[in-house]
């Protein structure tokens, strides 16, 4: 038996600001959803596999009109003309009291309870799906503790959006629950949703998160896709394999300038990166200049000459958007430091080069609400978790925008 693994599929997620960006690829963004979910029915079917399981967040929230629910029952119907079975749960984008239109799915598609949880059982294929939608987008329940115990003799799957205790501090722990409470249920399989970054949680039981299908913004980096389960003669799991979905794909691309003595030298090691970047698919890359290097200061003084050269240099290859350019360098005379106080003590003395009154930005920045925002951790990496090292990175990019659109203020 094979059973293909997606959750947070997102269709027809909006794409806010894209607009303000010069030359971008907005239409292949704006159906990037789309065709994701087309790549994953075309693997459903070419595989074939025995089920899909869809976690939650198929849509985005309400539909602005019907032509998004016509297009996924259209796709489903796809897979029931291959006789593929689809269960799926709502999670808190698309949950019930979210949606004021519906549409009767195809008969193939299984839509769980919201109120309770429920079981459907294939005995041909060996498979029991017990699984439980979320009636409301602000739901904070556990709602393991109610599964259903267990069927002998049969492979049993958990259909769940969760966020999980313990973890995932970048998402909101809508229907928390813990590992533990998920081994308390004796199911050989755990497919969750709400995570949008691909992990397998445990194996023994399997507690997976797919992530979503397709990347929808700068922050959502990397291979996007499913995961499909095989499961042997002897109903245990015997494989579980990633498979790769998006047709477009945000990365973030560092590129370390030390020792690079004048913005010059810098775009040409700029230029060398972006032929390394993959031509199998769009890709939306994020440029992030790093290290100590003595052109810091005319990095910062130049940032939109900089930009558009190096977006007129990604116009030469077609698989290739420049989203855009951040630096984060510092001078190289080895007294930035680390951290936020590092931060602080290098941007004063990039303000003073610029010839702009470094006291009277850094007391609008220390007054800003990111600023209390910022944990201690972030004064040094010691101790950080794994999973909160990309949280904290991407609260110390929003710290680093505030500070650029404040200089921007300055000039």
Not at 18 to 47: C, W
Not at 130 to 154: C, I, K, M, S
């Amino acid at each position: 038996m094979k059973i293909l693994h997606a959750a947070d599929l997102h269709i027809d997620s909006p794409l806010r600001g894209l607009a303000a960006y010069e030359g971008a690829p907005e239409e292949d963004l704006r159906l990037a959803t789309r065709r994701a979910l087309e790549n994953l029915v075309r693997l459903a079917i070419d595989l074939p596999v025995d089920a899909v399981l869809l976690a939650g967040d198929v849509y985005d929230g309400d539909w602005q009109d019907y032509q998004t629910g016509l297009y996924f029952s259209g796709q489903m119907a796809r897979l029931g003309r291959a006789g593929i079975r689809v269960y799926m749960v709502s999670g808190n984008h698309d949950a019930q009291n979210l949606m004021t239109r519906s549409l009767r799915p195809p008969d193939n598609v299984h839509m769980f309870a919201t109120d309770r949880p429920e079981t459907v059982r294939d005995e041909k294929a060996g498979l029991a799906v017990h699984g439980q939608g979320f009636a409301r987008w602000d739901l904070d329940e556990n709602l393991v503790t109610a599964y259903p115990a267990r069927d002998g003799g049969l492979f049993n799957v958990g259909l769940l959006h969760t966020g999980l205790e313990g973890g995932y501090r970048e998402h909101k722990r809508y229907a928390p629950c813990t590992v533990a409470d998920l081994e308390a249920r004796d199911y050989d399989y755990w497919a969750l949703g709400h995570v949008h970054k691909q992990q397998i949680v445990r194996n023994e039981p399997w507690i997976v998160y797919p992530g979503n299908i397709q990347g929808r913004h700068a922050r959502e980096t990397g291979p996007k896709g499913c995961f499909v389960v095989t499961v042997d003669g002897d109903l245990t799991v015997e494989k579980v394999q990633h498979h790769d979905l998006d047709t477009a794909r945000w990365e973030r691309l560092d590129v370390d300038v030390t020792d690079r003595e004048d913005v010059d030298q810098v775009l040409s090691l700029v230029h060398e990166h972006f032929q390394q970047v993959s031509k199998e698919r769009l890709t939306a890359v994020r440029v992030v200049l790093t290290g100590a290097t003595s052109a810091h200061a005319a990095l910062w003084r130049d940032r939109e000459r900089i930009v558009n050269e190096l977006r007129a240099a990604a116009g030469h290859y077609p698989h290739l958007w420049l989203e855009k350019v951040q630096v984060r360098t510092s001078g190289d005379d080895g007294d930035s430091g680390e951290g936020v106080s590092g931060l602080l003590t290098d941007l004063r003395r990039t303000l003073s080069v610029l010839g702009t009154d470094p006291d009277g930005l850094m007391a609008r920045l220390s007054s800003h609400p990111l600023i209390g925002r910022m944990p201690a951790e972030l004064r040094g990496a010691e101790g950080i978790a794994p999973h909160d090292r990309a949280w904290i990175r991407s609260l110390a990019d929003d710290a680093y925008q505030l500070v650029e659109s404040l200089l921007q203020e300055a000039r």
